[in-house]
């Protein structure tokens, strides 16, 4: 690889380390907690007040004021510091909660990578499904959701044509989840795969050096889909991140 490319993968690398180690990035992220699962006197662990689901908006109650967290919406934040943020999954509703004084962000020390290698910078083809597919995958919290998908990703390796279903994000740039035969050893279980936007003949640069580990590899709160069915490869992706490093 040329000495700029290296650089601009650096950057991107220090980039990366710096956005997840942000006061409230993933690394500070606590806890998740489903309306759905909150013990029938409202209570969250480690949360102050009542907590309750009204319509699609999260109501929190607490010394007799009531405050709404729509979901998506504005965060709110505590007097200790901590985020609150409601989501919505599939129609069910939850608390998210960070805190920048998590065990994680502090004891993050950075994120090993394979170091950058041209031979993982490959033309590849888009071709989009007739339409948008759905497909049922496991989730990192233990449940099963949805994961969007809008067509395959084909490119070679070594003589051999490998395709991988991904998401169509709302710019146009490519998103998929993936696993090899690194995955589990020498890599976390699974990582993100990203490219951009393809042209209009559906051809585009993949970038494997930027593979990414995914958001539960940075705190077990998060719920990241699995890999859908044929998105395994065969062989050992030695290209982007591989772990969270500690002290």
């Known amino acids: 690889m040329s000495a700029e490319t290296v650089l601009a993968w650096k950057r991107w690398h ?7 180690a942000a006061p409230y990035g ?4 606590i806890g998740t907690y ?20 009204d319509g699609g ?22 007097p200790d510091g ?27 020390a950075g994120i090993a990578a394979f170091d950058p290698d041209e031979r993982w910078v490959l033309p590849a083809v ?10 049922r995958v496991p989730n990192a919290d233990g449940r099963e959701r949805g994961l969007g998908l809008g067509g395959e990703l084909a490119f070679t390796v070594d003589g051999t044509e490998h395709t991988l279903a991904v998401t169509v994000e709302d710019d146009g740039r490519l998103w998929g989840v993936i696993a ?8 976390f279980r699974f990582r993100f795969l990203h490219a951009p936007a393809p042209d209009a003949d559906g051809s585009l640069t993949l970038d494997l050096n930027r593979t990414t580990l995914p ?17 395994t490869l065969a062989f050992a992706l030695e290209a982007g991140e591989r772990a969270v490093l500690t002290d």
């Open 26 to 29: 993933p690394l500070a992220l």
């Open 57 to 78: 908006a999260v109501v929190h109650e607490a010394d007799g004021v009531s405050a709404v967290l729509e979901a998506e919406g504005e965060p709110v934040f505590l």
């Open 82 to 108: 901590r985020k609150l943020l409601a989501i919505v999954r599939e129609g069910l509703l939850a608390v998210r909660v960070w805190d920048p004084r998590s065990p994680a962000r502090l004891a993050f």
């Open 126 to 135: 888009f071709r989009p499904f007739e339409a948008d597919r759905t497909v």
């Open 180 to 187: 090899d035969a690194t995955s589990g050893t020498s890599t």
């Open 14 to 20: 220090e980039r990366r380390a710096e956005t997840v």
């Open 215 to 231: 958001p539960c590899a940075f705190a077990d709160a998060f719920i990241c889909p699995f890999p859908p069915p044929g998105n």
């Open 34 to 53: 489903w309306l759905d699962d909150v013990s029938g006197d409202g209570t969250i662990p480690g949360l102050p007040g009542r907590w309750r689901q």
